[in-house]
């Protein structure tokens, strides 16, 4: 699931200066071979900066592992007693490793972000209006059911449900990027964003009815 | 002379022999503890007694003389007036936010004082909890210096977790006020875990339940291979052990005030009787009941309290720490049965009632085998030996609160949600409202409520110089970014002209610059000097690192040049060196100006070559290193 040597030998052309030595480095270069200086993050996919192949699925384990691993080197704590631009650059890199991370980790923003690399737009944030008739029916009806329920079962069963048709939406996303079924793919992640939200609405109804005091 | 030549990358601070230690430092509400690690080897430093804690208490007398510890505890019943306690509860507090704790804090405010940062009234003096702060620090910087025998200059400090922005800025104003350079701020929760992670060699999720003086806190943290990732934090700033004497003297004082016949309390009376409230809750931590006797003005009462009634006076505040995890839980998506183990913290936890009732919400035993007052300063020197040395281990934490901005309706749009792994940078864009709009009012702000004015407000700023152009024409980029010490800056770019702007963003509670630098003018052993020490050693570390990467260079790419050239770059090399090792920072600037400008042709020689052999065929990535994640963490 790594990205090979020759992925990156291909892709990247370009040769610029290291900053400190001002030796010929590759842009994608996380520090100089010459001289060990870190590098700053350079513009590149969330998939790449984590070293792994870009797709929908995705091992959490694997991308745990790579996080872990990158940050160890990268993250600021190991550069606290640097010069103030390379700690700045460090700064720069365990941000861009963070932000790759959210954004792979979740499987809304995940399959938010392909389709943005494809060139489609989903907005996960914003309250976009819904053309679906038949995702429209759905969400409505499970709001209503969750407006009228008020026992703790039958808020549990109804989160449940909201739980297993989110984990149904993630498998098809996962088959429509592998079968490059975009519309499909841009479908089904609107589908998640209503779920997900139905889900969270769900979840923590049934967590106002346990919490513990007051 | 020559320098000791390291490996590239590995580059450690000039004059290592002159740097000071750094140590880690609890610095608590009710008491502080320092502990350093070397070699591997963590050990708390003590008093000439044998004791850890020195109270975070600071009496100023009337002659100048500043006191901490226990001496000025024992002020505490005396001269009352005289002492500050528990001054980590103002920490980034306005005057506002105190409002609501008047009465029940142990020292009087400066009424007069008028928005920005809360101040104290005592002997005369008008003090910034930043100032009673540094004091502490000062005596707790002492205490290392005494047992380690050398000098100590650097130090990790422990903040709740829960603390904001404000906050934050001022404990790291307070160390700056005492001579010390932070390395990090780290969250007390995550220390704690630290100490017991490397001990335990744990695997798993953790929570931390952190019930200090004045603040509690709960994480969730999932350890894995030295890994220590935050991963939902939760807890009250203004909630701790603190409250519990509160309860038990509000008690009293209301028995006093029936049994004298008394209708007005004075504040020696509220310091007396606050001073009994924590001997009666140390007392039934350990026996079930008590009698105790407040005598003030030759008036004396006497208090009967046995365990049923201090644990329904304390049931409340016990209560709220476990909604408060609970919390915490929903947050994160995990359950209680998912909890590997629950580590206490906190000299609160001493109380078997905050044990029993962790215990059954958890349905598990907690772990305390490290001592809950010490193991916050144990996991802190780790982490600045961590940061100086270097370590397997590493810390991933999160923002605590969420950040956002005020818009149209007094309402919160949230720009960076709270348990955010920080580092972190999101940009938000805003749009002028009126045709010709030349400037635009930023109000930054924390906190989970949805309105403005229930959240903390932290800072306001005006973004000027906006291009004129119709209304909504105009793109401003706005920047917030949290570093690993969990503050935060702000920068905004307006994208259609690319103009880019400072922004200043001036804490709503926190110290002006001009403040700071008065008080660093005042502080008679760190004034100018040390603002120049400071900057001769960041050019040092600067020019350090030059000198290095221009050796690199010359070992790789030394062909390049002709003798007379090598010969030239050499003697530049020296210059930095002799001006590193006795210069001034001009010396050291200069030199390595020197430098840049010698090695200038060098180095587009080096380019030349690197494209040609790119030209040539011969692989990029044979130029720079790009790591796998995964091989570096085997």
């Not at chain 1, 030998?9 to 001002?22: F, L, Q």
């Not at chain 2, 850890?52 to 019943?77: C, H, K, M, W």
């Not at chain 2, 206490?344 to 936890?349: A, F, H, Q």
């Not at chain 2, 030349?608 to 790591?627: F, H, K, M, P, W």
Request: contains cysteine; proline residues 4%; charged residues 25%.
């Amino acid at each position: 699931m790594f990205m090979s040597e020759f992925d990156q030998a291909t892709t990247s052309g370009a040769i610029v200066p290291c900053w400190s030595c001002k030796g010929p480095i590759s842009p994608r270069a996380l520090f100089c071979a010459t001289c060990g200086a870190v590098q700053p993050p350079g513009n590149i996919d969330h998939f790449s900066r984590l070293g792994l192949r870009s797709g929908y699925a995705i091992d959490p384990a694997l991308l745990d592992r790579q996080y872990f691993g990158f940050q160890r080197r990268l993250h600021p704590d190991r550069f606290a007693t640097r010069s103030p631009k390379e700690k700045a650059l460090s700064q720069s890199q365990a941000t861009a490793l963070n932000e790759a991370y959210e954004t792979l980790k979740d499987p809304l923003k995940r399959a938010a972000y392909l389709l943005r690399l494809a060139g489609r737009s989903v907005d996960i944030e914003q309250a976009a209006t819904v053309t679906d008739p038949e995702l429209l029916m759905e969400a409505m009806e499970m709001r209503e059911a969750l407006a009228e329920a008020d026992t703790l079962e039958e808020i549990t069963v109804l989160a449940a449900q909201a739980e297993a048709e989110v984990a149904l939406c993630e498998g098809s996303l996962n088959e429509a990027f592998a079968t490059e079924d975009l519309d499909a793919a841009g479908r089904a992640t609107t589908r998640l964003k209503y779920l997900g939200k139905l889900a969270e609405e769900a979840r923590s109804r049934k967590n106002r009815m346990t919490r513990p005091g007051i | 002379m020559l320098l000791q030549i390291n490996e590239p990358g590995e580059t450690p601070l000039p004059h290592a022999e002159d740097k000071g230690a750094a140590v880690g430092i609890d610095l608590g509400t009710t008491n502080s503890v320092v502990a350093v690690t070397e070699g591997g080897q963590t050990s708390v430093l003590r008093d000439g007694q044998g004791s850890a804690l020195i109270p975070s208490v600071v009496a100023y007398g009337e002659d100048g003389e500043i006191t901490v510890g226990t001496d000025a505890r024992r002020e505490l019943l005396d001269n009352p007036e005289v002492v500050v306690s528990s001054v980590k509860r103002l920490m980034g507090r306005g005057v506002a936010d105190v409002k609501s704790l008047a009465g029940t804090l142990p020292f009087e405010l400066d009424e007069a004082a008028e928005g920005g940062m809360v101040r104290l009234r005592v002997s005369g003096k008008t003090l910034t909890p930043v100032e009673v702060s540094a004091d502490i620090l000062r005596a707790v910087k002492a205490r290392a210096e005494k047992a380690l025998g050398r000098p100590v200059d650097r130090a990790v400090i422990t903040v709740p977790a829960y603390f904001d922005d404000a906050a934050r800025s001022a404990t790291k104003d307070a160390a700056r006020l005492a001579g010390l350079e932070v390395l990090r701020l780290v969250n007390e929760p995550t220390a704690a875990a630290l100490a017991y992670g490397l001990d335990n060699q744990s695997e798993g999720l953790y929570a931390v339940y952190d019930l200090g003086g004045g603040t509690f806190d709960i994480s969730l943290l999932r350890m894995e291979k030295g890994v220590f990732q935050v991963r939902a934090t939760g807890g009250d700033a203004a909630l701790g052990g603190d409250d519990l004497d509160h309860a038990i003297a509000e008690a009293f004082l209301a028995d006093r005030a029936k049994s004298l016949g008394e209708v007005t309390i004075t504040s020696a009376e509220v310091k007396q009787a606050l001073a009994t409230g924590r001997m009666a809750k140390e007392c039934l931590s350990a026996s079930p009941w008590g009698e105790w006797l407040i005598e003030i003005d030759g008036k004396t009462s006497r208090h009967h309290l046995d365990l049923k009634t201090f644990e329904a006076l304390a049931a409340p505040f016990i209560e709220r720490t476990i909604t408060l995890c609970h919390g915490v839980l929903v947050d994160a998506g995990i359950g209680v049965e998912d909890i590997k183990g629950v580590v206490l913290v906190g000299g609160s936890t001493r109380v078997p009632q905050v044990r029993r009732r962790v215990a059954e919400f958890f349905g598990r035993e907690p772990l305390a085998d490290i001592n809950p007052d010490e193991v916050v300063a144990v996991g802190a020197a780790l982490q600045a030996e961590a940061l100086t040395v270097g370590s397997d281990t590493l810390l991933l934490d999160v923002t605590p609160l969420s950040l956002g901005i005020e818009t149209m309706g007094g309402i919160v749009e949230k720009v960076i949600p709270r348990n955010t792994p920080i580092p972190v940078a999101m940009a938000q864009e805003f749009t002028t409202y009126q045709d010709g709009q030349d400037a635009m009012l930023i109000h930054v702000v924390q906190g989970e409520r949805e309105m403005v004015d229930q959240c903390r407000s932290l800072a306001r700023f005006v973004l000027s110089g906006i291009p004129a152009m119709a209304a909504g024409a105009a793109r401003i980029r706005v920047t917030f970014s949290v570093d690993a010490d969990g503050l935060l800056t702000v920068s905004a770019r307006e994208a259609v002209t690319g103009i880019e702007q400072e922004v200043s963003v001036k804490p709503s509670y926190g110290l002006t610059d001009d403040e700071m630098a008065h008080m660093l003018r005042e502080s008679l052993e760190h004034a100018r000097e040390d603002m120049e020490t400071r900057l001769l050693a960041e050019a040092r570390v600067e020019a350090v690192r030059s000198l290095l990467a221009v050796r690199a260079a010359l070992a790789v790419d030394g062909d390049l040049l002709s003798t007379a050239e090598q010969a030239a770059i050499h003697a530049a090399l020296e210059h930095v060196e002799t001006a590193i090792r006795d210069g001034n920072r001009d010396d050291v600037l200069d030199a390595a100006a020197a430098l840049e400008t010698e090695t200038k042709t060098f180095a587009e020689r080096r380019m030349d070559r690197g494209i040609r052999n790119a030209l040539a065929g011969q692989s990029v990535d044979g130029l720079g290193e790009r790591l796998d994640g995964a091989k570096s963490s085997g």
